[in-house]
């Protein structure tokens, strides 16, 4: 197995000293000569790697004991797929488990009509596998820096199955430093998400494309009501709280869109709070 960490030509702390420190040689350590974004790390990452089977993972993320070992299974029983993945929880700062999420399936097995499904609703990129070959076919990140991700996957879905395990091998964390929660409180994530719907739209058929179109149009703006109820009930954060809110309108207008929101507004001019 080959363990490269690439850092973005950090300034917090000596990335290098730290892989040394925990791994000496067993880890390869590059750096980027200019802070050059999420997207163009990843990009890196790829261009660097050696393997057959490829996994991406951010700094704040992690995988669980025998995650490799599954994906190397799945991929040995399912020659087929582009990628593969397990289930996965949410921890926050301090590791600690806040949600897990849902099964796409009961067993391991190839997802039937994948690509609907990921057309519609993202899903965390932290537990998947991607062979390499796909890579080089497909291409690299592009476009966002919020989201791509999920374009990725849907172009993965688009040309390949991909197999799945509900075994939960990989833990996404979630925190106020994060990069993506920097994009949630200045707005700019809605941007993005509109801009991967758009993206997707080309791989999808014809036929379909209004159809999931409409549900990832709303489940986008259900993701950015579920954020602007944090961003108020936690941090008490108004600003940041009404830009989801008007972008998860602008989204959609399913009544239960709507009254989320309006219920929400009525919480923020009355001071109401509840982090329960």
Not at 93 to 122: D, M, Q, R
Not at 123 to 145: K, N, P, Q
Not at 196 to 217: F, K, M, N, W
Request: proline residues 3%; hydrophobic residues 35%.
């Amino acid at each position: 197995m080959q363990i490269a960490v690439v850092d973005d030509a950090s300034t917090d702390i000596d990335v290098r000293r730290l892989v040394e420190q925990i791994a000496g040689d067993r880890v390869e350590y590059h750096r980027q000569s200019q802070n050059v974004g999420s997207v163009q790390n990843l990009n890196t990452s790829i261009s660097l790697s050696r393997g057959r089977l490829v996994h991406l993972l951010h700094a704040d993320d992690r995988v669980l004991p025998s995650y490799y070992e599954k994906m190397e299974a799945l991929f040995a029983s399912y020659p087929q797929a582009g990628a593969c993945f397990s289930g996965l929880r949410y921890i926050d700062e301090e590791g600690a488990v806040t949600s897990v999420e849902s099964s796409y399936a009961p067993a391991e097995c190839v997802l039937e009509n994948w690509l609907h499904t990921i057309a519609t609703a993202s899903r965390e990129y932290t537990a998947t596998a991607v062979r390499r070959s796909v890579y080089e076919e497909l291409g690299g990140y592009f476009g966002v820096s919020y989201g791509e991700d999920w374009e990725m996957q849907v172009r993965i879905a688009s040309r390949y199955p991909v197999a799945y395990t509900p075994d939960i091998l990989a833990e996404y964390r979630t925190h106020a430093g994060s990069i993506s929660r920097a994009k949630v409180r200045s707005g700019a994530n809605l941007a993005d998400l509109a801009w991967v719907v758009d993206t997707i739209q080309g791989y999808l058929p014809d036929s379909e494309r209004t159809e999931l179109r409409s549900q990832a149009e709303t489940n986008c703006a259900r993701l950015a009501l579920h954020y602007a109820g944090r961003l108020w009930h936690f941090e008490g954060d108004r600003e940041a709280s009404n830009r989801q809110l008007d972008g998860a309108l602008r989204l959609s207008d399913d009544n239960e869109i709507r009254r989320g929101a309006e219920a929400l507004r009525v919480a923020m001019a009355t001071g109401e709070r509840n982090p329960s």
